[in-house]
């Protein structure tokens, strides 16, 4: 048993999944996980890099990659949107490397040392274009070193770029946590180079591995040679790397039901919102309200399937946010009206406590209809 800080148990566990090259600029409250990697990577020969900025951080945790190395930065917001054309050109190229963004207020510089999640669609939508992605996010010390095994072991199965969302209190609070010891994932490197496709499936080959290889931001072929005119080419190979994340669902999109089972209400909640959320659910029981927890470890691509049998047998579903309504707004969309969703907003820089989140979903109860006892079955209702 160990007392762990967040950012440290992110360092721990991108150690454990075989990072080896760390690129970084120094931000509140992402600092500490640079601060680990600087004293921990060079002992393992493994390196550390301060760059100059965050543009600079990730286009060299993109080159290690190529380079053969598992490579990561951690940066938050501010320096987030920073990265985000890096962010869609490691897509563009299929480059297996993690981005830790411990998020913050903002906008702007914002309040540096308090918690949000604001950065939510940023991680999906920020860089232009369309393209694969996947998030990944974390609500305790123990959960953050599993997630970034996690994060590793994604990109490195399906060549993505993954992103790991913390924010400020996850970051920096300490817990004592025992580390599971978890599988890590090689990267797949093809046996035969002739006819290897670098752009055709998982396999990945290191730049000066014994084949030329193009890498380049433009679309191109399977081959890696640029298609900048031709539009039916990328589209297609936009759908092979979104098809090979759809694939991977099994693995990629990860939930955490918390008293799910007899549940006739129940919170979406991610990351620091998720730790109250339990707290509420014990408060609703013990007045008799049947509450439980969909705690979601991947936000991108959304637990769509998870969400809709969630949807399917609840009466209402609650949705708290450290931000003004951003995963709720897919939620809903996913939803489709099969029940209420309530969105839980805050933007003060605090967190939620549980009775807020309790006395939310009784208001919200105690303003809906009461059900018929004998309800119409629609099969027997002329259209």
């Not at 010390?141 to 060549?159: G, H, L």
């Not at 670098?198 to 591995?209: S, V």
């Amino acid at each position: 048993m160990r007392l762990i800080q967040g950012n440290e148990a992110c360092a721990l566990g991108a150690l454990h999944a075989g990072c080896n090259f760390y690129a970084g600029y120094p931000i509140t409250p992402a600092t500490e996980i640079m601060e680990h990697m600087a004293r921990l990577l060079p002992p393992r020969r493994g390196v550390f890099v301060q760059m100059e900025d965050e543009i600079a951080a990730l286009a060299a945790v993109i080159g290690a990659a190529w380079a053969g190395s598992k490579a990561m930065t951690a940066t938050s917001g501010p320096g987030f949107s920073l990265m985000q054309e890096n962010l869609g050109y490691a897509a563009m190229t299929d480059t297996p490397c993690v981005v830790v963004d411990s998020q913050r207020m903002g906008p702007s510089t914002g309040l540096p040392t308090l918690p949000s999640q604001g950065d939510v669609m940023q991680a999906r939508w920020g860089s232009h274009g369309d393209r694969p992605g996947v998030t990944l996010t974390a609500s305790s010390v123990r959960n953050v070193y599993e997630v970034t095994v996690a994060a590793f072991n994604i990109s490195e199965q399906f060549r993505v770029p993954v992103v790991l969302l913390l924010d400020a209190v996850v970051s920096h609070m300490r817990e004592g946590v025992e580390f599971p010891d978890l599988p890590v994932v090689t990267r797949k490197r093809p046996v035969e180079l002739a006819g290897f496709l670098p752009f055709g499936g998982a396999e990945f080959m290191p730049l000066g591995a014994g084949k030329p290889i193009v890498v380049t931001g433009l679309a191109h072929a399977e081959s890696g040679l640029p298609r900048a005119t031709d539009g039916a080419n990328a589209e297609r190979m936009l759908y092979h790397a979104i098809d090979r994340i759809d694939a991977g669902s099994d693995v990629i999109l990860r939930t955490r039901p918390f008293q799910l089972e007899d549940a006739e209400v129940g919170i979406i909640a991610y990351g620091i919102s998720a730790r109250p959320a339990r707290g509420a659910v014990a408060l609703l029981r013990a007045e008799g309200i049947r509450a439980g927890l969909l705690e979601l470890e991947t936000l991108w691509p959304l637990p769509e399937r998870a969400i809709l049998a969630l949807a399917a047998r609840t009466r209402l579903l609650l949705v708290p946010e450290l931000n003004l309504g951003q995963l709720v707004l897919a939620i809903r969309a996913t939803v489709e009206g099969r029940t209420p969703v309530v969105a839980l907003n805050r933007v003060d820089g605090l967190i939620f406590p549980p009775e807020q989140m309790a006395g939310t979903i009784r208001q919200a109860l105690g303003r809906m209809p009461v059900a018929l006892e004998n309800p119409i079955d629609p099969a027997l209702v002329e259209v």
